[in-house]
C-alpha cells in the first residue's frame, strides 16, 4: 500500500494562515454589510482560529490500483421552484417590541413615523416582526443613525444573519441586506449591539425577485491577457462556458503536499478538479526547499489531470521567513512609500537597483519587485509544462488584515504593477487572474482580471448568492468564484438559490483536516462532502475535459475566426 506523509513542519509553519486567512471577511464592508451572507433560517458556524499542532506524520492511503476505492451513485439535484408573491412593508421602530435599556424617543431629526428607538443595550431590548406571505427572498433595508461610529449585527429569528456600521454623522441613514430567504409567517427583526449606540427609525421589508429571474452566464467573457496562451484560453473557455449550471470543486491543499485532496478522495472517492496553492514560501531564504517540495506537488498533480490554482500569502518584503508577516500588524512594511510614477514594471533588476540606490525609486518598491521576479520564476514552470493558473496574489485587501490592505490607491497601484511586470516582462501568458478584493473600490477592472472571487467564512451552509450577486453586479460578465470558505455550501443550496459559483473552494488545514488526520466534521458533515462530489451539478477531477485537446479547437477556432475575417475585408474592398 503507497502512503503520502503530510510534514509536520509544513502543517507548523504553515499554521497561522490556514486559520487566519479570512478571520476578518465581515470587514470587507461591501460583501458583508450591503449585501447579506447566508439565509435566515441557517446557523452560523462559529469561525475560530483552529489551526494545526505539530502532530507526527498522519498516513493518508492512495490508490494504486490494488486498494477499493469508494464509490457512490452519482446525486440527481433537482432545484426548489422559486416563488414571488409581492411584498412591501415598512415597520416603525417605536411600533416593536420594546424592553431592557431601549426606549422610545423623538429628538433626533428626520425620523419618520412618531419617533425612533434608542438605547438598545442587547439583542433582547428592541425588535419588529413581519408577518410575511411567501417563503421567499426579501430585502430588508434598516434607517439608523449614530453620534460616534457604531456597529451592530442584523438578526432574524434570532440568528446573526450579517453585520453593519454606522457613521458618526449624527443622521438618519440607510443599510440594506439583499435576498435574505426567510420564512412564511412572522419573522423576528432585532438589531444586536457590538460598539457605539446606534438609534433605529424603521426596518422596510420588500420581496425581490432578483434570484427567481437569476440567470448566470459569462459567454462571450475573454481573457485580459490579450496574447494568453491557448492552454490558459481553453481553461477560461471551460469555466465560462459550465458558469451559472455547474460548479467546479477545488481544495486548498497544506503546502508541499496534496493531503487535503487525498483526505477528499478517500472519503469521497473523487478528486477536487482544482488543486489550490500557496507561493508563500518562495520568497523566503529559509524555506527554498518547502518551496520547491511545493511546486513538485503541483506540478505532478496537474500531470495527472488536476486544473492548478494559487494565491499567494505574501510574507512582508521586510520579513520574508516571518510567516506572520503577511499580516498589516507584523509586517513593519508601508505599501504607499512603494507606489511611484516611474514605469518599473517593464525595468529589469539592474536598471531597478540603480534607480533605488540614487534615490528614484523607495527601497520599498525595489523589494517588492524583487519579490515578484522570484514568485514569476516558480510561476514560469508551470508555464513551461503547459500548464495554466488560476492566479489569486493581494487577497482580501479591503479588510485591512494584510500589508497590501492599508490603502486602496497603492492596492490598485500594486495590482496593476504585477500584472503588467508578470505579463510583459516575465511572459507569463499562461495566468488566468482572479481578484479577491471583495469590494469596488478596491476593484482592478476587468481589463486587468478574468474572475472575481470572494472569500466566505462564518456564512453557514447557504449557497452565498448575495455575495455572489454583488460581485457580479461589477465584474462586467466576468465569472465569479468562491475561492475559499469554511463550511462548504450545501449542493441543495447552491441549486435553490441558484447560486451556481464557477468553482468553490474549501479551505484546509483544521477546517477540513481533524487531529487524527482523519475528515473533521466541525465545518462539513461527512454525507455532505460525499454528496458534494457525487452529483450531477458538481464537476470533480474526473470530469475535466482533455485541456490540450479543448486548446487546440479553440485555436482552429481562432484561426478560423481570423481567416473568415480577412476575407470578408477584402471582399469589402473589391
Not at 435574505?180 to 426596518?203: C, T
Not at 485532496?261 to 496553492?277: C, F, W
Amino acid at each position: 500500500m503507497k502512503m503520502r506523509f503530510m510534514a509536520a513542519a509544513a502543517a507548523a509553519v504553515f499554521a497561522a494562515s490556514l486559520g487566519g486567512c479570512g478571520n476578518e471577511i465581515h470587514e470587507n464592508k461591501d460583501v458583508s454589510v450591503d449585501m447579506g451572507l447566508l439565509t435566515a433560517d441557517e446557523d452560523i458556524v462559529t469561525d475560530e482560529e483552529l489551526t494545526f499542532e505539530e502532530l507526527t506524520p498522519i498516513p493518508v492511503e492512495e490508490d494504486n490500483g490494488e486498494d477499493e476505492v469508494k464509490s457512490f451513485a452519482e446525486v440527481k439535484v433537482k432545484a426548489a421552484e422559486l416563488k414571488y408573491e409581492k411584498f412591501d412593508e415598512t415597520y416603525q421602530a417605536e411600533a416593536g417590541a420594546i424592553s431592557g435599556s431601549a426606549t422610545g424617543a423623538d429628538s433626533r431629526k428626520g425620523f419618520k413615523g412618531d419617533g425612533y428607538v434608542t438605547g438598545i443595550g442587547e439583542e433582547a431590548d428592541w425588535s419588529v416582526t413581519a408577518d410575511l406571505p411567501a417563503e421567499q427572498y426579501y430585502n430588508l433595508v434598516l434607517t439608523v443613525a449614530a453620534d460616534e461610529d457604531s456597529a451592530g449585527g442584523l438578526s432574524i429569528n434570532g440568528s446573526k444573519i450579517s453585520e453593519f456600521t454606522v457613521t458618526k454623522e449624527g443622521k438618519f441613514e440607510t443599510r440594506t441586506f439583499r435576498n435574505i430567504k426567510l420564512k412564511k409567517g412572522e419573522n423576528k427583526i432585532a438589531v444586536i449591539p457590538e460598539s457605539g449606540r446606534i438609534d433605529i427609525d424603521q426596518v422596510q421589508v420588500t420581496a425581490s425577485e432578483e434570484i427567481s429571474k437569476l440567470k448566470l452566464t459569462a459567454k462571450g467573457a475573454a481573457l485580459s491577457d490579450k496574447k494568453a496562451e491557448y492552454n490558459a484560453k481553453a481553461l477560461y473557455k471551460y469555466l465560462c462556458d459550465n458558469y451559472g449550471s455547474k460548479v467546479i470543486l477545488a481544495q486548498n491543499d497544506t503546502v508541499g503536499t496534496s493531503y487535503e485532496s487525498d483526505l477528499i478522495y478517500s472519503v469521497t472517492g473523487k478528486y477536487p478538479a482544482i488543486r489550490m496553492g500557496d507561493m508563500m514560501y518562495v520568497t523566503s531564504s529559509e524555506h527554498e526547499e518547502q518551496a520547491q517540495v511545493e511546486i513538485n506537488e503541483a506540478l505532478t498533480r496537474f500531470e495527472n489531470g488536476a486544473v492548478i490554482g494559487y494565491m499567494w500569502n505574501w510574507t512582508s518584503p521586510n520579513k520574508p521567513d516571518d510567516s506572520e508577516s503577511v499580516y498589516a500588524e507584523n509586517a513593519d512594511f508601508d505599501i504607499t512609500k512603494a507606489v511611484t510614477e516611474e514605469d518599473v514594471a517593464l525595468m529589469d533588476m539592474d536598471t531597478l537597483e540603480t534607480m533605488a540606490e540614487n534615490g528614484e525609486i523607495s527601497t520599498e518598491c525595489l523589494q517588492l519587485m524583487s519579490d515578484i521576479d522570484k514568485v514569476s520564476a516558480q510561476l514560469a514552470k508551470f508555464r513551461d509544462a503547459g500548464a495554466p493558473v488560476l492566479w489569486r496574489p493581494l487577497q482580501e485587501a479591503s479588510n485591512g488584515l494584510y500589508w497590501w490592505g492599508r490603502d486602496p490607491d497603492a492596492y490598485i497601484w500594486l495590482w496593476n504593477t504585477m500584472y503588467t511586470r508578470m505579463t510583459e516582462h516575465n511572459g507569463l501568458h499562461n495566468l488566468i487572474w482572479v481578484w479577491s478584493a471583495q469590494n469596488a473600490n478596491w476593484f482592478v477592472g476587468g481589463d486587468r482580471c478574468d474572475v472575481l472571487s470572494a472569500d466566505i467564512y462564518g456564512g453557514g451552509k447557504g449557497g452565498q448568492v448575495s455575495t455572489l450577486l454583488y460581485l457580479q453586479s461589477i465584474s462586467g460578465g466576468k465569472p465569479i468564484a468562491m475561492s475559499e470558505c469554511d463550511s462548504m455550501p450545501l449542493i441543495q443550496s447552491l441549486a435553490d438559490e441558484r447560486a451556481m459559483w464557477s468553482y468553490i473552494g474549501q479551505w484546509g488545514g483544521s477546517f477540513i483536516v481533524g487531529e487524527d488526520g482523519k475528515l473533521s466534521q466541525a465545518y462539513n458533515a461527512e454525507q455532505d462532502i460525499i454528496t458534494m462530489y457525487n452529483n450531477d451539478l458538481t464537476i470533480t477531477q474526473d470530469k475535466l475535459p482533455d485541456f490540450v485537446t479543448m486548446a487546440e479547437e479553440v485555436k482552429k477556432a481562432e484561426e478560423k475566426a481570423a481567416k473568415e475575417k480577412d476575407k470578408e475585408k477584402e471582399e469589402s474592398e473589391e
